[in-house]
């Protein structure tokens, strides 16, 4: 296979294959003319159950009358596949083109701007390539691999030069420094870095996630800095960490009875931070002089109550308000408190608005 590989980029440069290498799409040169190809390839570097999934006019043209041969490279077995865009190029060669493209319509696909997305592709390397769409033209994505795990950056290119792309699974700040990039490859450079600034911010999150009761996000993704962790039943606090100094102190609030969050509320206001043994999580109960519940523990506390418990607090008793959307229960207070702390929330009258902390339809309080 890297034999093909190689044959390829030497003499079919501009033929793009798809990450798992069972589609080659692109152009081939005959002579002055530039020829359209798509065919999906199962059992590389053979031609072996081949099927020619499209090409432009002017090549249809020219194989119009040699569809014996077609055939017989499309039923063979053992056949190079090389070999086959070899014929086809000095097919091409040999006839008279001019002759035969007299009345076909020009291509469809600009071959400057597939020249240029395959620049743009050789520049970052195979193994930093994701997947390139078979059908859409300059729609392709990018990778990165890290120790917190894969980075996309999915990427739509236009013929005008002009592109967008999505960078998810990363904080909202850091996104935005790699979407201000003016070109592909210079966005790509900037998803390296930050994601090589972010594995401090990603080290730190990932040990509370393990080693404790997260309530908020139930799905922790690489994208949310934010943790609601269990201390006690009934009882919580929301961390925000900064992902450009996940050590230093985080934005802290506190859900749960006023005999529980006064002291902690006290404590944040009177005791100096300290980093402790290089650990966010460390750093936190020190500071708050409390233990978080553990994952463990807390999730089979949960499983052995069969009461209905509030969907903030997690405590079962006096659950006042139900969500009409998905059944949720709460109490009245414990959704009013969650919904304050909802950057996104309104108000409007004397009620607050805001996501249900569970479907994150629009569910509302009483101020």
Not at 162 to 188: D, H, T
Not at 301 to 316: D, G
Not at 321 to 337: I, K, N, P, V, Y
Request: some cysteine.
């Amino acid at each position: 296979m890297s034999r093909l590989v190689v044959q390829m980029l030497e003499r079919f440069p501009l033929m793009v294959p798809n990450r798992e290498l069972d589609q080659y799409r692109g152009f081939f040169s005959a002579g002055e003319v530039d020829l359209y190809l798509h065919v999906y390839v199962p059992h590389l570097p053979t031609v072996k159950d081949m099927v020619i999934k499209g090409m432009s006019d002017e090549l249809a043209q020219i194989t119009k009358d040699c569809q014996i041969e077609m055939q017989q490279w499309l039923s063979s077995n053992s056949r190079a596949f090389f070999d086959f865009l070899v014929w086809l190029q000095n097919l091409a060669m040999s006839r008279k083109v001019d002759e035969l493209l007299a009345g076909v319509k020009p291509i469809e696909v600009p071959l400057d701007f597939w020249r240029s997305v395959v620049g743009v592709l050789s520049s970052i390397g195979d193994a930093n390539i994701a997947s390139v769409d078979q059908v859409d033209l300059g729609s392709f994505v990018l990778s990165v691999e890290s120790d917190a795990g894969t980075h996309l950056l999915r990427v739509q290119a236009h013929p005008d030069g002009s592109f967008n792309c999505q960078c998810p699974n990363l904080p909202e700040k850091s996104a935005q420094l790699v979407l201000q990039s003016r070109s592909i490859g210079a966005a790509f450079k900037s998803l390296q870095q930050q994601v090589q600034d972010l594995q401090p911010f990603w080290k730190q999150l990932a040990e509370i996630d393990a080693k404790t009761w997260v309530l908020d996000p139930t799905e922790p993704n690489l994208g949310h800095t934010r943790r609601q962790i269990s201390i006690e039943t009934g009882f919580s606090v929301t961390v925000a960490v900064d992902p450009s100094d996940p050590l230093a102190l985080p934005e802290l609030s506190f859900l749960g009875p006023d005999s529980k969050v006064g002291p902690l509320e006290s404590r944040l206001r009177n005791k100096q931070w300290r980093v402790c043994d290089e650990s966010l999580l460390a750093s936190l109960q020190e500071f708050l002089g409390v233990e978080f519940a553990e994952a463990a523990g807390a999730a089979a506390s949960q499983a052995e109550s069969q009461e209905p418990m509030c969907s903030v607090c997690f405590a079962p008793d006096a659950l006042d308000r139900t969500c009409e959307m998905c059944q949720g229960l709460f109490h009245e207070q414990c959704l009013l408190q969650w919904l304050q702390s909802v950057p996104s929330n309104r108000t409007a009258f004397n009620r607050i608005v805001g996501q249900c902390p569970l479907c994150k339809q629009e569910i509302s309080c009483v101020i």
